[in-house]
């Protein structure tokens, strides 16, 4: 055991905590900070009127769909780093040889690599331990002052799964009747293809993901959970490559004006919001997918 | 190969395109849509004042890092689906028995449940090939319209390590320095280890995560990159899980106001922005992580 201050531990994601509840020094050294961003703009020729720099706000805390609660106000949890005031212990995780490293790279690239979003999914049961086992993979992920702000909700209940079937589509014909105008939509009957969504009562299971925008401390006070979405998302990440791994195939959908209702009906509290719905198991007989190319490694990496 | 209408591949993760530019009909149905969960709020004894459900946003759209282009305006790149018309092709991953998938899930599981994000890293060489296969493996990740909007930079020269560790630590310093009015900040001598970040001078690489906030079309007309954030930390998450793979690791950092500055002095084009730097390496040998538990299975999952 090792003594650590308290506050070491308080940023996993290295998240702004409280940054935004002082804004009187904030607005100070803001106007420092444009002065230097001056500077480096006019050495690089940029014009001024471009300059729109402030802090990086967790975009979450602007989300539309935010239901205030009746506890909202000043009363936030002020000690979010008191829970992780924790002792160091000695890490040391496997070490490979360099021409391990090498092939477990190469092979773990190669599964990933064969993972597809796939909509044609085989109803064909799927062992329950496989799910729990991807999902308690995806927890592994870090988040923002380690708040685990991730709930996935399973549903392999028919009725259920036909439920958020109906609420899907029915949002999804108005989103695409909508777009009846632009030129990319151009025959109704093919559109039909697209917010039809038979997988939802196929699938055996339903994944849906919820981020929790906010927990409740000590004395019932909110705590703001800064980074939820992109916490939640790259656990997301990891339970793509999870599913991978068994052979099994989802597509990844964030379905749109959805979330308010679906919440209601699996009874998922108000701090709670969708984030993605993926349907889960073995792909069809005669599963396709497009056949779309990824961009090589020029394209995405560049060394220096 | 199959026929299937062009549109049917455009929304890899089912992205709301061009939601957001038929303002007229999207107002009536918001309407029609209030008025539903009006009903059911009502049914549920919510109160009406509550209601602020809209059409979800992509929250990068509201980024307010975001810096004009001179090509913004009403010339954004109309149809989106056209590069993503392409013929489907059969998809069939490799089929596991049960007892094997219940394996493979258990194994990976236990893999990834050994990451934890790590602060002492060692400055021992790491092959850079691994490092590519690594991003390679981030780059099959999912993304909205299959945009890939993500560029990877992997930094190990020393002077460039030094000048990001600086801009970092300036940044930080400010940062803390604002927060010492906070109780949870008593003692500057114990701030300064959160804002000293050693490892970014010691990792052998340092790895900066960009999202790409819109593409330039054919043209040079822009286009806009939906879910852009959510589809790179996806990305990360497979990154994360590769990077255990092969035994390096990193800390999951959002570096606080720093974006503009890095992305000058990395020499990325305007419509990039700095979502994540990661620092990669091995563990050094005195390397400590917090006593931190996750939460159990029963804590992240509900099944219906």
Known sequence: MYARPAHFYARILEAPLHFARIPDKAAISHA???QREKKTKELKGESDSTSKAKP?????????????????GDDEEDDPGSELDLPHVPYAPPRYAVDSMLERSRDFYTLLNQRRSVRFISPEPVPREVIDNVIRTAGTAPSGAHTEPWTFVVVSDPDTKHAIRTIVEEEEEVNYRQRMGNKWVKDLAKIRTTWVKEYLDVAPYLLLIFKQTYGIGTGGKRKTHYYNEISVSISCGMLLAALQNVGLVTVTSTPLNCGPRLRVILQRPTNEKLLMLLPIGYPSDDATVPDLKRKPLDDIMVHI
């Open 32 to 34: 420092g900070r444009l």
């Open 56 to 72: 990086w706000v967790d975009q979450d805390l602007q989300d539309d769909t935010e239901i205030p609660s009746p506890n909202q």
